[in-house]
């Protein structure tokens, strides 16, 4: 039995990637520690919940071997012991861990009704119960989308070339990460399509058929979704270590934990420098990566590497045809262009497909993970908060 056990909690985009990488050393150890047992493309849960795609993937074709996969959930960390308790009363140690475990559906208390009522789409098992939910409702059954960013403009795209009558409640504006010609683009595929878009109006109550708008109006609603804003789980806060506001464990620039060497944080649930990337599958492979290469480091006894990581644009689908591909800054700031349409609705499939072969490719020759590199971070400087 190797000397170096490696547990990686969440077996999503970063934590199957980091897996699969950290069996560069042969003397490496490796546990998956996941709550399903299958992989979850997330970036296609409006798809399944519309019923125009699936998103579970065997991880027996994405694992390499010898890394072994326990479903079940982590619920605490002990860093003293080393020790990860798991919500079936069996624990795991480890010499490292990876800390991988995504974001979730968060659909916030403030707002009456919104956790009763609302249904997410983020997360397998929220978006499961809205596709049995649409398949209930008559076709022309009113569905109000309510956020203005990828997720929420992707579900009403989704469900509005399946025929629905949706509205979609941006809050304050349509794709703010966009530039204006991005988002006049997505704007005009809504509009023919039928969906009315309330940008500036902000939900004040979800009911069970209706929503009360924060101005008192009230407009009905046979089934609402809720897609204004990714929260993390909490299981580092719950293990005492330190997070940022949102929950994401605090690293430095090699995603290593500002309370322990021993643990290293990847994809939406990592806060490096307490300025963490976009959410999204485009960074968390690469950060997966990386924080096996820190592990790997670690355990070599040479300086871990920093964060090394170029964005080049978001895309965001409008339907099964359509898509804009936003073009970004490396530092991921919008530029005034975009790619639309069928060539759009191409790259997107393209960047869906690609961070799963990423991973079994990872399976097969650990290493060969590629990202586009060069990233600001490098030349600005970003200082560590270890020890700060
Ligand atoms: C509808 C939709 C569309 C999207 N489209 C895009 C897109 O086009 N491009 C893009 O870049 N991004 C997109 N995203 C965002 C992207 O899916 C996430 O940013 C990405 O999945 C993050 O990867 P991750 O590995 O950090 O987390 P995840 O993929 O969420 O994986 C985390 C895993 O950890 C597991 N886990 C959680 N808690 C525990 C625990 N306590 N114990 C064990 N396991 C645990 C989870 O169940 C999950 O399997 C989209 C998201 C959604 C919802």
Redesign the pocket.
Known sequence: MSDNKVVV????????LAANRLRMRADVDVTL????PE??E?????QFAAGTGQVIVNYGTLLGEGVRLVV????RIDIVARTVLLASGRTLDYDYLIY????T?TIPPSVPGAAEFAYG???FESARRLRARLEELPPDAPVTVVGGG??GI??AAELAEQGRAVTLVCGRSLAPSFSPSGRRAVARWLSRHGVAVLEDVMVGEVRPDALVFAGGAAQTSALTVWAGG?GV?G?AAASGLQTDGLGRLLTDETLTSVDDDRIVA????AAPSGRPLR??????GP??AQAADTVLSRIAGTEPAVINLAFSG????LGRRMAVRQIARKDDTAMNAYVGGRMGAVI?EF??KF?VTRIRREAGRPGSAMWLKGGPRLEQSAPSIRGS
């Open positions: 909690i969440g077996g999503g985009y970063a934590g199957a520690v996941n709550p399903r992989f979850v997330r970036v296609r849960l409006h079940d959930s982590a619920v991988a475990v995504g974001s559906a789409v983020a997360e990828l997720t992707e579900t990714f789980p299981l990847a994809g939406d649930a959410m999204s599958c485009y960074a968390a950060l997966g978001a895309c965001v689908s997107k960047t869906c961070a």
